[in-house]
């Protein structure tokens, strides 16, 4: 089993729809937790970062990390053409960890919406 | 604020020669990473400096792989005797510090594909 489950899509809505991507991880020990989103034939870049379960919201997005089940998620509202990328899950140890610097990545989701 | 950059873009180089990708980080960052995507997979961690610090080697795939940093700010990443199963994008980050850092800023990539 790998580390960090992402099922790859893809994924494709209509413009205004809520998406929802999701991880799931099987190493306790990852404490942060990122989602990237990736333009095609660009370097990921870094949308949410969320310490510890809970939800965390930034504008349309929202990060959902459930600990005990080890699983996050990703909410996109009100999406738009402009979110049609691949989106990223990345996980890392804690500060008390060794080499948690690391991110493990999951496969990524290719997302479209369509106009 | 200039980012993260690498060169070059694309690179197609035949069977069994050596190829060296270069990673320009942001100034001021003391932590650079090296990750691979292929396709279809998610990043694959590579190889991590810091500082003067030795650099974390764990993910590099064979002894054909190596990376140096030069003066704590460029870095080159050489594949020698390249094989087909190289071919992927290498993605190159840098961080502030590296340890428990929030982002790591990610270059373009080099799409490397080996004939």
């Known amino acids: 089993q790998k580390e960090v489950e992402q099922d790859p899509g893809p994924l494709s809505v209509p413009e205004g729809a809520i998406v929802s991507l999701n991880c799931t991880y099987s190493?306790?020990?990852?404490?942060?937790f990122m989602w990237y989103r990736q333009y095609s034939r660009k370097g990921p870049e870094l949308l949410m970062y969320t310490y510890s379960s809970g939800n965390k919201e930034d504008g349309r997005f929202t990060a959902q990390v459930d600990k005990s089940s080890k699983y996050i998620s990703l909410f996109i509202r009100d999406s738009q053409p402009s979110d049609s990328a691949t989106y990223l899950c990345a996980m890392r140890g804690g500060p008390s960890g060794g080499s948690n610097y690391k991110l493990t990545f999951g496969k990524g989701t290719l997302l479209t919406v369509n106009p | 604020g200039a980012g993260v950059s690498q060169s070059p873009s694309n690179k197609v180089t035949e069977k069994g020669k050596d190829v060296e990708l270069r990673c320009d980080p942001i100034?001021?960052?003391?932590?650079l990473y090296w990750y691979r995507q292929s396709l279809g997979q998610g990043l694959e961690f590579l190889i991590y400096?810091?500082?003067?610090?030795?650099?974390?080697k764990s993910g590099l795939p064979s002894d054909r792989f190596s990376a140096e940093r030069t003066g704590g700010s460029v870095s080159t990443l050489t594949i020698q005797r390249t094989q087909q199963e190289d071919s992927a994008v290498y993605l190159c980050a840098s961080s502030r510090s590296g340890v428990d850092d929030r982002e790591q800023y990610f270059g373009p990539g080099t799409r490397l594909t080996v004939t």
């Open positions: 190493n306790s020990a990852f404490q942060y």
């Open positions: 400096f810091q500082g003067n610090s030795a650099p974390d």
């Open positions: 100034s001021g960052h003391t932590a």
